[in-house]
């Protein structure tokens, strides 16, 4: 006789198709393992934060040991941004070809590799083309990290998962100012790339094995042992096994037909959009970075009050990051981030004239800092979502490498204007003028576009 299993009993889950674990994911709960996946990306964001903005911290010691001109010091300073925005162009596509895992391992070793060896440099030029190697490191990294962690968090907590990379970076470079006034005095400018290169080095194991592929990449791409690697990254995801992989769906060929899919009809617009605000945003971010401690010196503060004001900057994104991607969850990102852009606008349009009280000039620099990063945070979070994903990598890096030249535009461009009788007042105006025409083309966003790209593993929606 065969008795009937116990109503205790737990049969194994029945297996299911590709877009039911998609939905399942972007429905269901978050698991341990997908917060551990986003959590490798935020460590890397914080090392990505630290080598971006290494040259700054050692800028001035790099300059009395090689009697630097300012204008030398500036190409340096720029050197590791150029290298950025080539390696979101054409390195970080490479995620939607062979893999985001694979691209975010040789980018690791690639700015581990021209971090060690700037520590090494013998002349500014060798200096300022390992920056550029560097750069092409964290750019491909930055791209496919957020890919990754927007991917693997579900529909509610997905721009949370992608602003606390935002917030990694800004931990990053908020330590990385730390660390760099301590070794420099101690042990040499060399000491702080050094620190930073081993940093990156111990990495790359740690990415091996803790950083998974990404699921839609699977589905989408059907690399060697998909519906395996995929079924192994389901149970550790509390999921039920897939049976079969999903239907085929039509993705871009190769790189260049990536970037062709980004001006097709369907996504043309929100591409161009994107861009837009892409490039603004980090014009406006990076001149607020570059030139608040220089502007607020000539407002009347001191030196040291100056610097303080700039590490309030960062100081405000780390917590900004944060609570874009927490306000996200419970409304909108769209209109979340326009929220932003508004309010960094507003405080922008304040705060040169607040220098007469320290403590107010402080306190409007750290909302600043929280406002500006933050509106950042959430076009890393907005571009994802998109795309599908067979373009999502190639969508995000195009973003951010139209951004770059915004952010390498707008400081020089701003010391001219304060060459040719701009008061930092104008500047600061303008530049709030900026962040409301960025909110202004958001508008225009629309709401939803991944399904125009009929990705293969249902990419994630969106309801901005």
């Not at 992608?162 to 990385?176: E, I, R």
């Not at 994802?384 to 707008?410: E, F, K, M, N």
């Not at 225009?444 to 576009?449: E, I, K, S």
Request: proline share 6%; hydrophobic share 50%; aromatic share 8%.
């Amino acid at each position: 006789m065969v008795l009937p299993p116990s109503p205790s009993s737990s049969p194994a889950p029945e297996p299911v198709s590709g877009p039911s674990l998609r939905a399942a994911l972007d429905e269901g709960p978050m698991s341990r393992f997908q917060w551990g996946a986003i959590a490798v990306c935020v460590v890397l964001n914080m090392l990505d934060g630290f080598d971006v903005l290494v040259m700054a911290f050692t800028g001035k010691a790099v300059s009395a040991d090689w009697e630097l001109s300012s204008s030398e010091l500036g190409l340096l300073l720029s050197a590791g941004l150029v290298g950025m925005a080539l390696g979101a162009m054409f390195v970080a596509p490479w995620g939607d070809r062979i893999g985001r895992r694979p691209v975010i391992l040789g980018c690791l070793s690639v700015a581990a590799l021209g971090m060690l060896l700037s520590s090494v440099s013998q002349s500014p030029a060798q200096l300022g083309a390992l920056r550029v190697l560097t750069g092409v490191g964290i750019g491909g990294v930055l791209a496919c990290s957020n890919v990754i962690a927007g991917e693997y968090a579900s529909r509610r907590w997905r721009g949370l998962a992608v602003s606390l990379n935002s917030a990694g970076y800004a931990v990053g470079a908020t330590v990385g100012g730390l660390l760099a006034v301590f070794m420099i005095g101690q042990f040499g400018w060399r000491s702080v790339f050094l620190t930073g290169g081993l940093a990156t080095a111990v990495a790359v194991p740690l990415a091996f094995f803790s950083l998974p592929e990404s699921v839609d990449f699977l589905a989408s791409r059907r690399p060697k042992r998909a519906l395996e690697r995929i079924n192994t990254l389901a149970r550790r995801m509390g999921q039920p096994p897939l049976e079969t992989l999903p239907e085929p769906t039509a993705v871009p060929s190769g790189i260049g037909a990536g970037f062709r899919e980004l001006l097709s009809p369907a996504l043309r617009r929100s591409t161009l959009l994107l861009w837009s605000a892409f490039f603004l945003v980090m014009a406006g971010f990076y001149f607020i970075t570059s030139w608040t401690p220089t502007l607020l010196v000539e407002a009347g503060l001191s030196g040291s009050q100056g610097l303080t004001g700039g590490t309030l900057l960062n100081v405000g994104g780390i917590f900004g990051s944060a609570a874009l991607g927490a306000l996200a969850a419970r409304f909108a990102l769209r209109s979340v981030l326009m929220a932003y852009l508004i309010a960094t606008a507003v405080l922008l349009s304040a705060f040169i004239a607040s220098t007469s009280s320290l403590g107010v000039a402080f306190t409007l620099g750290a909302m600043i800092g929280l406002f500006a990063n933050g509106s950042v945070a959430g076009l890393y979070a907005l571009t994802p979502a998109t795309y599908g994903t067979g373009v999502r990598a190639t969508g995000l890096g195009s973003a951010l490498a139209i951004g770059r030249i915004g952010a390498i535009v707008a400081p020089t461009v701003a010391g001219s204007l304060l060459d040719s009788g701009w008061t930092p007042e104008n500047l600061y105006l303008a530049v709030s003028v900026i962040y409301v025409a960025t909110a202004a083309l958001l508008l225009l966003l629309r709401p939803a576009t991944a399904g125009d790209t009929k990705p293969a593993a249902a990419a994630p929606a969106t309801a901005h």
